[in-house]
């Protein structure tokens, strides 16, 4: 499961652009993980984060 802070988060988008299964979108202002695409926990979104807003669980 990806967790992200929202507080932390400028919705930059470089989380949604290293997922490997496209699992991640902007949905009212916010991203969220796609329905029914499965996190495959490799970590891309979190490394790739500059605002360390993104865990994966």
């Not at 992200?4 to 997922?19: A, H, N, P, R």
């Not at 495959?40 to 500059?50: D, F, H, L, Q, S």
């Amino acid at each position: 499961m990806v967790k992200i802070d929202m507080d932390k988060c400028k919705l930059c988008g470089l989380c949604i652009s290293f997922c490997p299964t496209k699992g991640l979108e902007i949905k009212d202002k916010k991203i969220v993980q796609k329905e029914g695409v499965k996190c495959t926990k490799c970590k891309m979104c979190e490394n790739y984060c500059p605002d360390l807003a993104v865990e994966v669980e």
